[in-house]
């Protein structure tokens, strides 16, 4: 039982490459989020599904996009990365009032 | 418009004594109001959480203190231990059983306990 697994870990980009971040998770949960961390700014939402095909815009969604075409998995996409997009990404998933975290993406845009 | 506020940013403090870490919300639909501990290269870990019908949780050397009137909720941790030194998010969310429901975090404080 993995619970919440993202990757890559780390990862490295120049400005206006693209990638897309996983989020698989293996506890049947419903809701899925995708934050991002910087210092001194706590966690931030990006966005969030509520079950299988559907998506919304959290807190900081611009230069974003996701998907949930698999209850199990949401990806986070960066279409054209930039410098403010460095941080670390979390991926979270919520049973009632339970959630779970994954332990992050580490990404730098150079 | 920050709807968590959490203070103090740093909080240094002995061994064995008394770390307390306070947050304050603005949104009254919230109820549900977690804890997390996060160690430097890992994920938030849940710590406590309470919901708003009581006034105080406690598990182990973890207390969570919440005043509903004043829509203040904070931690503390007594006999503090190196071991406790980490990053400490407060949080709150609303509606259990509302879609879209997310977290909503304060920005963080460092713990640091000298031993």
């Known amino acids: 039982n993995a619970g919440v697994t993202q990757t890559p870990k780390f990862r490295v980009l120049k400005t206006g490459q693209s990638m897309t971040l996983l989020c698989a998770q293996d506890m049947n949960h419903e809701y899925m989020y995708w934050y991002r961390q910087d210092p001194g700014m706590g966690l931030r939402l990006i966005h969030y599904s509520v079950g299988e095909g559907t998506t919304a815009k959290g807190e900081v969604p611009d230069g974003y996009n996701v998907s949930r075409l698999k209850k199990q998995n949401f990806l986070l996409g960066l279409e054209s990365a930039a410098p403010s997009q460095t941080s670390v990404y979390f991926c979270a998933t919520r049973q009632n009032y339970g959630y779970t975290f994954g332990s992050g993406t580490r990404l730098t845009v150079v | 418009q920050q709807q968590v506020k959490q203070s103090p940013q740093s909080l240094i403090v002995q061994k064995g004594g008394i770390s307390i870490i306070n947050c304050a919300y603005e949104?009254?639909?919230?109820?549900?109001f977690p804890w997390y501990q996060q160690f430097p290269g890992k994920g938030p870990a849940l710590l406590i959480a309470i919901r708003p019908d009581v006034s105080e949780k406690k598990e182990g050397r973890f207390t969570i203190s919440f005043n509903k009137s004043a829509k203040q909720f904070s931690l503390h941790i007594m006999d503090s231990q190196p071991g406790d030194s980490a990053t400490y998010f407060c949080?709150?969310?609303?509606?259990?059983?509302?879609?879209?429901?997310?977290?909503?975090f304060g920005k963080g404080t460092t713990l640091s306990v000298s031993s």
């Open positions: 949080a709150a969310s609303r509606g259990n059983n509302q879609a879209g429901t997310a977290l909503i």
């Open positions: 949104n009254t639909a919230f109820d549900y």
